[in-house]
């Protein structure tokens, strides 16, 4: 082989870390405390991730060590989300929604040496995490005060306070040259049910995407942007957003835990927020906020661009965010993606009725990964934008292999598939793929409802009612039928929740749906809802509502 | 080490070639022949690409073997730059206004096996060039028509007619998987003088550079852009932008050798191009012509971008191009960084005066670029935005070393210092870094003025006499000087070159520039052209002003 002769800069983290030092001090991070708002320099930010390193290094923390996290979104986390990758270690993010029996579990599963908890999680459900006899540390964070006494733990374990814990350490730390290929982040996929499945992000795919965050078709994260992520930083990196804002220069704003609307508000306006991300969920609720609470609308005004992802959108939502100049671009991931591999951007070969047609679709590959739609047996489906197919995706981003704990090794897993000279991972979701490259999601896998042999697409079912201007949430669901196997069923929160409203639902769904649907797959009941159940992701929980309408479990680990 | 789980998806210009044809195949090359336009769609042009890989797998052209290019910018070259690298060659562009002896000089140190050539250039200077016995074909490529005759070659040598050598092979071809740090492309940055200095890219280091060119703070190459690379293809691949174009989903228009205002504009409002970039040289031509035929605004109404490289500009060329409405981005880079290494983007944490102040800087590095301005023991100079030092880059697209010849080692090079763990190239700029990163280049290295002892920047100067309305160029020579050693001259060519103007010209310039200069730096004489001579890229030829002013020559290998 003739190799090139250019630089070999490995693609870490540094980079990232770096390019702040050199570029971009001055700028900041807001975090929303309950008990107000706190500022911190990115300079600052450095250097407490220098002191955080050097106390983790003199905690035995070692290349290759888990390092776990259970916490919400603050300037802390980003600490760690700095010091721990660029020191060698690998930053596990425990989602904190879970309970403590799953926490522990992971924790054992990861093999973690140290946990960094914020206080407001560790008061409430601490004592009841089993701690593996791995886990020698726990730093206790402080987003609400903490007291010497709040440090006891068990034998073995040691408790720290941090700030108390990296105030004693210099702010220059050592940081070591690493592969671009070691591990840098781990974060499972769900804790709940079956085996735990781990995503073991490298420096490599963790630097990659960053930057795919700044294309200019996308994310397209500049200096001049104030990024609030609001998914938790738990969830894949927080969607990789706070990696990106370090890279661009764009300052931060987190929310902690709060993510309702009075609490958004009041910290968009202070901190000049420019771009937000959450899942629909939390928009919902935002704009209902905003129709109850006008004079709200000048506190935002600030706020231009919301990708949004999790969960599809319909096109009132998009409307109705645009009536205040913000506009929604609707984009796709999973964990196992770091997490985004689709962002819809608008083309412009597409004409305006396309262009319409194109808005709630979940958007087109972003450069550097590729898909393919496949059937049952794994061949190429057509994409003509009607053919419905497992959505795969390749990319130096997504993940090979699910992580197998302990030694590291991958474990065996049904998820991916070697083909066509590389590796897929199966996404296990069922999308067309228009002739202009759009994707549409049109089902989990496993939430296609089977109606007298033939497949009814629940999302395409929900699009379709949340298009509605009266309708707050929908889901569709499949109820068993002794006709025709199983039939959906339409659950709605409405906007507002009267008898009446209810009664005009149910007089005119059918008529509205069968503009789009035929009649066989137009479902014959509505269930209201003051709120649909949601999961520990925010997402609408349909193996609760199928167990609601049922009385019988649904599959295991819903998306 | 504890290694990611991620897929290993190598960075090679597969991406870009897999992208176009998933997403993109519709979208088009617009060649402007000076036979008239010749339009392609990428579809047709992979295919194309397809032929032209099988027609040189025949040839014997396997991996790693060199591939010459001598021609200018044509869908036919884009059709190399799509077939060489992916099928595993070497894509080696020459520069097509070197005589024929540099040309031959450089296919033997490449060791070129086969020559694709323009027939325009064929015709004028093929018969002096004397082949290498290793060139065993050459491709001429119908820029103009091409006769059966034309096509005779020395004994041993294969003559083909490009469109004909291509048209008996298939478009299917089966593109090899590769390794992302194969070599894909060779460019020499200097064939006249000195030993060659060819800089050997990497499929990674053109991929990282491509992507680098979405970047939304930066190029920002868009799917709704038409770019017109005014740039040869034989200068660092056109500057990246046809392999960005192609990336980014965006149309080309491709000039060929005509890069005069009437021929550009023609392309432009043909092809409705978006961006266009070259060498300030050839907008300031554009811009005269654009000054004495006002009805040609319209026909650029399309044009909204204009990153612009490769020499200073001043204040009156941005200014001049915004009443256009067209964005003057000011970029820095050279063939040893693929080439882009900084691009002058505003920053929002700058006021009005210092964004002003900061427009005509060489800009910030780009994301994935690091840099230091170095004394001359190579200790980092303060970045406080007045000490000189000389500009270092590290970054995963710049050079480590230059290629070796024959057997693809590198050769020793002073260009490259190994230093903090890195490689970093030596730029042989000398520039100041501000406190917000931007850089201003002050000098080449050997450009500087030494007089009395204290250095002058001859660019600095050139600047701020561009900066006069009444100027269309300027340059500062370093002339000897039997009391100072060395006295700067200001060489001038005005845009109304009347007795009077010169007259006008002669009675302030040394006022003018007293605002901004000491009285030792001012120039104490004027001396005037029609035009300065250029080198053989385009840029103001200081070694032939040199001689013209001193009778002397000026040292080797200007920039």
């Not at 560790?122 to 540390?137: D, Q, S």
């Not at 789009?516 to 999961?535: H, N, R, T």
Request: charged residues 25%; aromatic residues 8%.
């Amino acid at each position: 082989m003739l190799a090139g002769l250019m630089q070999q800069v490995p693609l870490t983290l540094n980079l990232v870390r770096e390019r702040v030092l050199d570029l971009y001090p001055n700028k900041t991070v807001t975090t929303r405390f309950r008990g107000g708002m706190h500022v911190i320099a990115y300079r600052d930010l450095l250097a407490r991730a220098g002191r955080l390193a050097n106390f983790l290094s003199e905690a035995g923390v070692g290349r290759g060590a888990r390092v776990a996290t259970l916490a919400w979104n603050s300037h802390r986390h980003l600490e760690l989300y700095l010091a721990v990758p660029c020191m060698g270690a690998v930053l596990h993010t425990i989602n904190a929604r879970l309970l403590a029996p799953d926490v522990a579990r992971l924790l054992a599963h990861a093999d973690d040496q140290i946990l960094f908890v914020d206080w407001s999680i560790w008061r409430t459900m601490g004592r009841e995490i089993e701690l593996p006899p791995a886990v020698r540390h726990v730093v206790v964070m402080e987003d609400e005060p903490v007291t010497p006494s709040d440090l006891a733990m068990a034998a073995g374990v040691a408790g720290h306070a941090y700030e108390q814990a990296i105030g004693g350490y210099d702010a220059a730390f050592s940081w070591p040259d690493l592969d671009e290929n070691e591990a840098a982040g781990l974060c499972y996929t769900s804790g709940t049910t079956g085996d735990p499945k781990g995503v073991l992000y490298s420096h490599r795919s963790t630097t990659l995407h960053t930057l795919a965050c700044l294309f200019a078709d996308g994310i397209a994260m500049r200096e001049r942007d104030v990024c609030l992520p609001a998914v938790p930083m738990f969830h894949a990196n927080a969607w990789g957003f706070p990696y990106a804002a370090l890279m661009a220069g764009a300052s931060l704003a987190l929310p902690c835990r709060e993510t309702d609307p009075a609490s958004l508000i009041e910290l968009i306006e202070t901190a000049q927020v420019t771009m937000a991300t959450a899942v629909p969920t939390v928009w919902i609720a935002f704009l209902d906020h905003l129709r109850s609470n006008p004079d709200s609308a000048d506190r935002i005004a600030s706020l231009k661009r919301l990708p949004v992802g999790g969960a599809a959108i319909g096109k009132s939502f998009i409307d109705d965010f645009a009536r205040h100049g913000i506009e929604v671009m609707h984009c796709w991931g999973m964990t196992e993606i770091s997490p985004l591999g689709l962002t819809n951007v608008a083309r412009s070969d597409l004409d305006a009725q396309q262009t319409a047609a194109t808005r709630s679709a979940q958007g087109l590959p972003i450069p550097g990964c590729r898909l393919r739609i496949v059937d049952a047996d794994g061949i190429r489906c057509e994409m003509d934008g009607r053919t419905p197919g497992e959505l795969q995706i390749s990319s130096p981003w997504a993940a090979a292999s699910y992580y197998g704990g302990l030694d590291g090794a991958s474990k065996p897993s049904d998820s991916f598939v070697a083909d066509e000279g590389r590796i897929w991972l199966k996404t296990g979701d069922i999308a067309t793929v228009d002739p202009h490259g759009y994707v549409r999601i049109v089902d989990r896998a496993k939430d296609l409802i089977k109606s007298g042999g033939e497949w009814i697409s629940s999302q395409s079912l929900e699009l379709q009612i949340m298009s509605r201007t009266d309708v707050r949430e929908a889901a569709a669901i499949a109820r068993p039928d002794p006709k025709w196997q199983e039939r959906p069923v339409i659950c709605v929160a409405l906007r507002s929740d009267t008898e009446q409203d209810r009664k005009r639902f149910e007089q005119n769904y059918r008529s509205y749906l069968s503009r789009s649907f035929p009649k066989w797959q137009i479902p014959e009941d509505v269930v209201f809802y003051a709120e649909l159940p949601k999961g520990k992701t925010g997402k609408v929980d349909k193996v609760a509502l199928r167990r609601m309408i049922t009385g019988e479990n649904g599959p295991d680990d819903p998306k």
